[in-house]
C-alpha cells in the first residue's frame, strides 16, 4: 500500500510540475512587420469604416501564427484618422473556419494621427499577466471603427510583408492574402524558472529515495 501511495505521490508531483509554467523575464516578437523605429507606409492602408462614413461600414483583421507559447506583454500597430469620430476599436480573436472567432480581448485607440501626416507613431496596448499564446494557434488582431461615422486606417507595413487578412462588411468575414497592416506583437516565452525545477527535481529525489527504502525493507 505504501508503494502505491509513493507512486501515486510521483505522479501528483509531475503534474503539478506541468502546471506551473512561468514567463521568462525578457519580451520576443511574436510578430513584427514595422521596419526600424516603427516605420510603415503612411501612405496605404487597410480602410476601417462605421456605417454612416462614405465607404459604408468595413471592419479588417490580420492574421499571426506564434511559433512558441507566449504570455502576451504588448501590442503596436499603425493606424490613422481620416473623418468622423477619431477612433478605433481593437480585439484579439482566435480563429474560427480561417477567420476571426472569439475574441480575447479587447480595447480601444483614440486620437488618432491624421493618415500622411507621419510614418512612425504607433498605438501601444499592454497587457498584464494571463493571455498564453500557444504555438501553432492562429490569432486575429481585429479592427473595427469607434463610431458610426468613423472612417479611419491601419496603415500598411513598408517591409513588402504579405499576409492571412479578412474583411468584414457587415455579415461575413471574407479572407484573402493582402499587404499586411504594420504591427508588432510581443510577449515573453513561457517556461518553468530555475526555482520551479529545484523544488521539483528535490521533491522527485525524496520520493524515489522513499520508494528504495520500501523496497529494501520488504526484502
Same mark, same amino acid.
Given at each position: 500500500?505504501?508503494?502505491?501511495?509513493?507512486?501515486?505521490?510521483?505522479?501528483?508531483?509531475?503534474?503539478?510540475?506541468?502546471?506551473?509554467?512561468?514567463?521568462?523575464?525578457?519580451?520576443?516578437?511574436?510578430?513584427? %512587420?514595422?521596419? +526600424?523605429?516603427?516605420?510603415?507606409?503612411?501612405?496605404?492602408?487597410?480602410?476601417?469604416?462605421?456605417?454612416?462614413?462614405?465607404?459604408?461600414?468595413?471592419?479588417?483583421?490580420? +492574421?499571426?501564427?506564434?511559433?512558441?507559447?507566449? %504570455?502576451?506583454?504588448?501590442?503596436?500597430?499603425?493606424?490613422?484618422?481620416?473623418?468622423?469620430?477619431?477612433?478605433?476599436?481593437?480585439?484579439?480573436?482566435?480563429?474560427?473556419?480561417?477567420?476571426?472567432? /472569439?475574441?480575447?480581448?479587447?480595447?480601444?485607440?483614440?486620437?488618432?494621427?491624421?493618415?500622411?501626416?507621419?510614418?512612425?507613431?504607433?498605438?501601444?496596448?499592454?497587457?498584464?499577466?494571463?493571455?498564453?499564446?500557444?504555438?501553432?494557434?492562429?490569432?486575429?488582431?481585429?479592427?473595427?471603427?469607434?463610431?458610426?461615422?468613423?472612417? +479611419?486606417?491601419?496603415?500598411?507595413?513598408?517591409?513588402?510583408?504579405?499576409?492571412?487578412?479578412?474583411?468584414?462588411?457587415?455579415?461575413?468575414?471574407?479572407?484573402?492574402?493582402?499587404?499586411?497592416? +504594420?504591427?508588432?506583437?510581443?510577449?515573453?516565452?513561457?517556461?518553468?524558472?530555475?526555482?520551479?525545477?529545484?523544488?521539483?527535481?528535490?521533491?522527485?529525489?525524496?520520493?524515489?529515495?522513499?520508494?528504495? /527504502?520500501? /523496497?529494501?525493507?520488504?526484502?
Amino acid at each position: 500500500m505504501k508503494n502505491k501511495n509513493i507512486s501515486r505521490s510521483a505522479v501528483i508531483l509531475l503534474g503539478l510540475m506541468a502546471s506551473f509554467p512561468i514567463a521568462s523575464r525578457a519580451d520576443s516578437i511574436i510578430f513584427n %512587420d514595422f521596419r +526600424a523605429g516603427h516605420r510603415y507606409n503612411s501612405g496605404a492602408g487597410l480602410t476601417i469604416a462605421g456605417p454612416q462614413s462614405m465607404p459604408g461600414f468595413r471592419e479588417w483583421g490580420e +492574421a499571426f501564427t506564434p511559433n512558441a507559447r507566449f %504570455d502576451l506583454t504588448e501590442i503596436e500597430m499603425a493606424l490613422g484618422w481620416v473623418a468622423g469620430v477619431n477612433g478605433v476599436t481593437v480585439s484579439l480573436d482566435t480563429s474560427n473556419g480561417g477567420g476571426p472567432g /472569439k475574441a480575447l480581448a479587447s480595447w480601444s485607440f483614440v486620437g488618432l494621427p491624421q493618415v500622411g501626416t507621419t510614418n512612425s507613431i504607433v498605438q501601444t496596448m499592454a497587457f498584464a499577466h494571463g493571455i498564453v499564446l500557444q504555438p501553432g494557434q492562429t490569432y486575429w488582431l481585429v479592427t473595427t471603427p469607434f463610431a458610426a461615422n468613423t472612417q +479611419a486606417v491601419w496603415n500598411l507595413n513598408s517591409t513588402g510583408v504579405t499576409g492571412l487578412g479578412a474583411v468584414n462588411f457587415g455579415n461575413v468575414w471574407f479572407t484573402t492574402q493582402v499587404s499586411s497592416g +504594420a504591427f508588432e506583437v510581443l510577449g515573453k516565452s513561457v517556461v518553468p524558472e530555475p526555482n520551479t525545477w529545484f523544488l521539483f527535481v528535490t521533491g522527485l529525489i525524496g520520493i524515489l529515495g522513499a520508494i528504495r /527504502k520500501e /523496497k529494501a525493507a520488504t526484502r
